[in-house]
Each structure stands twice: as C-alpha cells, then as structure tokens.
Nanobody, 118 residues
Framework: QVQLVESGGGLVQAGGSLTLSCAAS????????LGWYRQPPGKQRELVAA???????NYADSVKGRFTISRDNAKSTVYLQMNSLKPEDTAVYYC????????????WGQGTQVTVSS
C-alpha cells in the first residue's frame, strides 16, 4: 500500500503562483511515477503532469510553460510549481502514484483545492 498526502492548495489571484507538494509513504519502492491530476467543477479528472523516478516528465498541453513538476526521490515527494495561474486552473488537484506518465496509477491522495480568482 502507498499513502499520498498533498499540501499547498489555496486561493490565488489570476497570474499568481502556488506550489503543491505530495509526500508518499508506505511501499514507495514499488512506485515509478508520481503525478498530479485535477478535476475542475463539473468535469472529469485529467492529467496535469507526471514524472518518473528517472526524471522523465509529461505535461498536459494546457499547462506547458506554466507548470513545473519535480520530485525528491530521497523524500518520496513530488512538487508542482504552478505559475501564471488562470481561472480555468481552478480544480481539486490530486496526487497519484503508479507506473506510467500517461495513465493514472491506482493510488490517490485526498485532493487539495486550488481556486484562481479573476
């Protein structure tokens, strides 16, 4: 089992920045990929960014150039630096652990709300 705990969400004005963190615990040695997904109000959950233990990353087109994913393997922690935030980035952001940078794995965090005001 893998447990994921997110932090760092909140309310920010458009154009602002936020950094999300997700700490993994439990059977972390079996996890190759850590990623972030989001679910806007009334919409389906979607990939934001994911990164492998080797540092290979994948981003949604809508966040390329604005968001940066990184990880600290020693701390089993993944970060999402979000810059130039837009109101359409408003969503619940979920940390995910799995084996692919293009498909969600089976482990999810509880989610953290990010609200961008215009």
């Amino acid at each position: 089992q893998v447990q994921l705990v997110e932090s760092g969400g909140g309310l920010v004005q458009a154009g602002g920045s936020l950094t999300l963190s997700c700490a993994a615990s439990g059977s972390v040695v079996v996890i190759n990929v850590l990623g972030w997904y989001r679910q806007p109000p009334g919409k389906q959950r979607e990939l934001v960014a994911a990164i492998s233990v080797a540092g290979h990353s994948n981003y949604a087109d809508s966040v390329k150039g604005r968001f940066t994913i990184s990880r600290d393997n020693a701390k089993s922690t993944v970060y999402l630096q979000m810059n130039s935030l837009k109101p359409e980035d408003t969503a619940v952001y979920y940390c995910n652990a799995g084996y692919s940078t293009r498909m969600a794995g089976e482990y999810w965090g509880q989610g953290t709300q990010v609200t961008v005001s215009s």
